[in-house]
């Protein structure tokens, strides 16, 4: 583990960025419960004595257009000069969208037609995750969903100019909510591996994140301490560093409809096919279009979670879900995948699904979600 990634920040720290005087006028984006729960608004109630404040509470469980254009709305009017974005995921995406200049006209049908173009940003955006984490503070795109189907904006003007990890807002995240989470970074990292359009660098950027996670993903789930939460933070961040980079394969393509249709968390969504998917790969990685070795990526992914061969890795995934508390079976959650299924394939982002090592055809997702 390289030391320089080993930083996390206190609320102290925090309290000194903000008190700088070129911010007049913040604009708080955070979730309804997210922001009692984590204690983030034992932070930022008290700064209403002293800088302007506009508060907006997301309430819709993930990123959707009708909520976003009322954010969007409200932005506009108010004209922050820093958007603070305090929560998960869908919360940090939302502020990255809404911060872009002109972003509301015809947004639907730009988004549609992926023919959006970015202009600059409406002001800076600092980005504080809640969870541990998608590792959204760090990527340059955001995810919305359109009449339940999900779009992603891409550009640099979405990153966040600044993102602080404080592990004290994460540790009291419910049991459900970490190991969802938690399981997104272990996912994000273990994608990135494989993805086609995995470099050098995001390779040591998922190694690094799965070093931090897989030690203390368990832990941080039943017996959360503020180190554990520091080092799955930085776990998260590090898994979205990689994703920058190397973008997600077919679990995270797959998800997508999971939590439209059926209101599953992002990272349980992804947790319910990744071991299917990574024994797909392997099975069939004399077809692989990587210009890298896939078999030399799967030793890596081997050696990292100590097992020795595909079937020892889809057990140790089997095994990491229950212990974490993630229901994996169709039945159970009350999804009748063979009845459900086109539903399910007609919300699949085939745009993901261009990143994955082995090209899929439908009858391969299909035989893949009926195993
Ligand atoms: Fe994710």
């Given amino acids: 583990m390289i030391s320089k990634w080993l930083k996390t920040n206190s609320i102290k720290d925090l309290k000194y960025f903000l008190k700088d005087k070129k911010f007049k006028k913040i604009f708080l984006l955070t979730g309804k419960k997210s ?36 954010l969007i709305n409200e932005i506009k009017n108010f004209n922050p000069d820093l958007i603070i974005a305090v929560g998960g995921g869908s919360v940090i995406d939302y502020a990255k969208i809404a911060n872009l200049q002109g972003i509301e006209e015809n947004f639907e049908k730009k988004i549609k037609n ?12 600092l980005a504080i995750p809640t969870t541990a984490g998608s590792g959204a503070e760090v990527t340059a795109n955001a995810v919305i969903y359109i009449d339940q189907i999900k779009y992603s904006v891409e550009g640099k003007e979405l990153k966040p100019d600044v993102h602080f990890l404080i ?51 368990l832990e ?21 560093r990689a994703i920058s980079i190397s973008k997600t394969t077919a679990p995270h393509a797959l998800s997508y409809p999971f939590t439209s249709l059926y209101n599953i968390s992002h990272g349980h969504a992804v947790s319910l096919t990744l071991e299917k998917f990574l024994k797909f ?81 439908k009858t391969d997702i299909k035989r893949i979600l009926f195993e």
């Fill in 35 to 70: 922001y009692h729960l984590s204690g983030a608004n034992k932070i930022f109630d008290r700064m209403e004595k002293y800088k302007t404040m506009k508060f907006f509470f997301k309430s819709s469980p993930y990123p959707e257009f009708k909520e976003l254009k009322k």
């Fill in 114 to 125: 992926n023919s959006y173009k970015i202009k600059k940003k409406i002001s800076k955006l």
């Fill in 281 to 361: 790969n392997f099975l069939n990685s004399k077809k692989s279009l990587s210009n890298f070795n896939l078999n030399d990526r799967y030793q890596k992914i081997f050696k990292i979670f100590k097992v020795r061969n595909i079937y020892e890795l889809e057990n140790c995934l089997k095994k990491l879900k229950k212990d974490a508390g993630l229901v994996d079976d169709f039945k159970k959650l009350k999804i009748n995948i063979k009845s459900e299924y086109h539903n399910i394939i007609d919300g699949v982002n085939l745009l993901r699904l261009k990143n994955n090592p082995i090209k899929l055809a």
């Fill in 220 to 240: 941080f789930i039943k017996k959360p301490t503020l180190n554990n939460c520091k080092k799955m933070s930085i776990a998260a961040m590090l898994s979205g």
């Fill in 167 to 217: 592990p004290e807002l994460i540790i009291k995240n419910p049991k459900k909510l970490k190991s969802s989470a938690g399981f997104d970074a272990i996912s994000q990292a273990v994608e990135s591996i494989i993805s086609l359009k995995s470099s050098n660098q995001s390779l040591i950027y998922a190694t690094e994140s799965l070093d931090l996670s897989l030690s203390n993903y």
